[in-house]
């Protein structure tokens, strides 16, 4: 059984005082999001309003434990009704409400599925690949899917990718004992921009879950947070970093700068450097 919670302790303590702009950089297990809690908890109690806090997580299951978590923590001495009145969201359902009520979006999200058929229609459409159907699908596909991904993340679309440019450094850095050819990757880089701006164009007026980040980046004009809290930092890739920077006034952020379990989707413990700035 494990112990009953009975409050911060002094080092939690001294942290949750702070009422600067705080990160809290920390191993795993060591109790960063019990803090990030207790601070809403400080703050609540502090009479700041519930919607004047916007705290951010990466899953719909970090958000119901942060909600568990700050219900347990202030022990019966915040209302259940004013906890349910925090903004606890993730990054894109954040963005996919705003964007909803503000009309720029319609409210259909593509899919994982929808991209993949997309990728594999490019493949066989261009012959990009000389491979059996099977093993695009197996293997190719979701190497591709992931890469376009990854550096969709740092807002590089089809048309902002020169061409020239990228092939002038890809001929800088190829590995002469790789088993693939200079040229053979040239001509790669010229399929998979093809294949990408394929997959873009197919989706007329929806937009994928980064699309979604992009276009509240792009789009927001609302308020910003008298208090921002963002659980797990180091996963943050730049997009969403960009949007913390809009929405705050006052930052406490934690996290494991040796842990980025989203390192996939662009998160870079850069940020934490990026946010000491601040």
Request: glycine share 6%; proline share 3%; hydrophobic share 35%.
């Amino acid at each position: 059984m494990s112990n009953p919670i009975t409050g911060p302790t002094p080092e939690q303590q001294k942290i949750i005082d702070n009422d600067e702009n705080t990160i809290v950089i920390a191993n795993p297990g060591t109790g960063k999001t019990t803090t990030l809690s207790f601070k809403i908890i400080s703050l609540l109690k502090q009479n700041v309003e519930p919607e004047d806090i916007l705290c951010i997580t990466y899953t719909e299951k970090a958000k119901k434990e942060m909600y568990d978590a700050i219900k347990k923590n202030s022990q019966g001495e915040i209302a259940d009704s004013v906890i349910a009145r925090i903004n606890i969201n993730t990054f894109h359902s954040f963005a996919y409400q705003y964007l909803l009520e503000a009309g720029d979006i319609s409210g259909d999200i593509i899919g994982n599925n929808i991209l993949r058929f997309s990728l594999l229609q490019s493949f066989e459409r261009h012959g990009v690949f000389n491979y059996g159907k099977d093993y695009l699908i197996s293997d190719m596909v979701p190497k591709v899917e992931n890469a376009i991904r990854y550096i969709k993340n740092f807002g590089i679309t089809p048309d902002t990718i020169d061409i020239g440019k990228t092939k002038a450094l890809l001929e800088k850095l190829h590995d002469p004992n790789s088993k693939y050819s200079t040229e053979e990757v040239l001509a790669f880089l010229d399929r998979f921009v093809l294949v990408y701006n394929d997959y873009e164009n197919s989706k007329d007026d929806t937009v994928d879950y980064t699309d979604m980040l992009l276009l509240f980046s792009k789009n927001y004009s609302g308020r910003k947070f008298p208090y921002v809290a963002v659980d797990e930092m180091q996963d943050m890739n730049g997009i969403e970093a960009n949007i913390v920077n809009m929405l705050h006034e006052n930052l406490f952020l934690v996290g494991d700068s040796k842990q980025a379990i989203f390192g996939f989707q662009g998160g870079s413990i850069k940020n934490f450097e990026e946010f000491k700035k601040i």
